[in-house]
């Protein structure tokens, strides 16, 4: 069973930037989507940004030119720089180990079957 772990979450000015990392030993599936959804509180969780390894990579527009999804072998990372007191929220990672990533589907929580616990981001003066 692949568990996710994230790391990286903490306090930051508007402005500023962290770099979210998760744990996620998926290298020997052919086909993996692997995602950052956040969810502040007394809102909905949101898919944020996806990237799959076929080398594609997918955005919401509010993160857009701010927010970089990469991964390696073992690791999922977002970089998030030019933080708004809008991004803070609990992020999440999660993945798909049986499709790649699409343009209609990596923003609906429902894609993925595996979940990490969340790190916190706080964005305040």
């Known amino acids: 069973q692949v568990e996710l772990m994230e790391s990286g979450g903490g306090s930051v000015q508007p402005g500023g930037s962290l770099r979210l990392s998760c744990a996620a030993a998926?290298?020997?599936?052919?086909?993996?989507?692997l995602a950052w959804f956040r969810q502040a509180p007394g809102k909905e969780r949101e898919g944020v940004a996806a990237?799959?390894?076929?080398?594609d990579s997918y955005y919401v527009d509010s993160v857009k030119g701010r927010f970089t999804v990469a991964r390696d072998e073992n690791t999922l990372y977002l970089q998030m720089d030019n933080l708004k007191s809008e991004d803070a929220a609990t992020y999440y990672c999660a993945a798909n180990l049986k499709h790649w990533c699409y343009s209609t589907a990596f923003t609906d929580s429902r894609y993925y079957a595996i979940w990490g616990q969340g790190t916190q981001v706080t964005v305040t003066l």
């Open positions: 990237v799959d390894n076929e080398g």
């Open positions: 998926v290298s020997t599936y052919s086909k993996i989507c």
